[in-house]
């Protein structure tokens, strides 16, 4: 069972401590400058919010950082594992509707899926799938492995930054939400999950392909 978390708002629409992410994203969520922080008490959290942002905002991360860097690396066997997810992307043209899934690298059991996002990039539906299986696993507390076939997404969660030319306008407000939020997430959680690349000259296509190619 995932443990119970609690988060801190400092800035945001109604600054306070929360006891879901659901809450904690609506006081967060698109607006400028944010500042927010997950615990593991209750206790913890009020002591946070009393101390103010400039004791906790951005201070204690580095090892978590560091721990999630380690666990994004280039698949280092030729066995894949099974006790994993499997993610990724359908797309209609490159900017254009985007989809993703994630699915039981085993059975090939869809687990979860978002979409279409009426315009997006491969390359950002990619990253985007990886941290809704991160946080879909943080809510279970496993540490089930992800695999992705896409080099730029994992350095894309391992920097929690993305680099793309797709332009924010009115088209594309609906990807750059869920972007927006998925950093959020990266910046405020940790995670044991191991990111994996797919091999696929030795084990063929991802589990969750669309088979669009």
């Known amino acids: 069972m995932a443990k119970k978390k609690y988060y801190v708002v400092w ?39 009393r101390d103010g942002w400039e ?28 006790n994993s997810i499997s993610v990724d992307v359908g797309t209609r043209g490159n900017p254009g509707p985007v ?16 979409g279409p996002i009426s315009k997006g990039t491969n390359n950002l539906g990619e990253f985007l799938a990886i941290v809704h299986a991160l946080a879909y696993l943080n809510e279970l507390g496993s540490n089930k492995v992800i695999y992705t076939d896409s080099r730029n997404a994992m350095k894309w969660v391992r920097e929690k930054k993305v680099s793309t030319t797709l332009k924010k306008d009115g088209t594309t407000a609906e990807i750059w939400e869920l972007i927006d939020r998925a950093l959020h997430w990266l910046h405020t959680h940790s995670y044991d999950n ?15 392909d669309y088979g669009r190619k």
Do not use: M
């Open 194 to 208: 191991k990111i994996l690349k797919w091999d696929t000259k030795k084990w063929g296509e991802i589990k969750a």
């Open 55 to 82: 004791s906790h905002w951005g201070k204690g991360n580095s090892k978590k950082t560091g721990d999630n860097q380690s666990r994004i690396a280039e698949a280092g066997t030729s066995e894949i594992d099974y």
């Open 11 to 49: 800035a945001g629409r109604k600054p306070g401590v929360y006891s879901s992410w659901t809450d904690c994203q609506a006081q967060t969520n698109n607006f400028k400058q944010a500042k927010f922080k997950a615990f593991e008490s209750h206790e913890q959290a009020e002591k946070a919010y």
């Open 99 to 114: 989809e993703y899934q994630g699915v039981d690298t085993k059975t090939g059991e869809v687990i979860f899926s978002y």
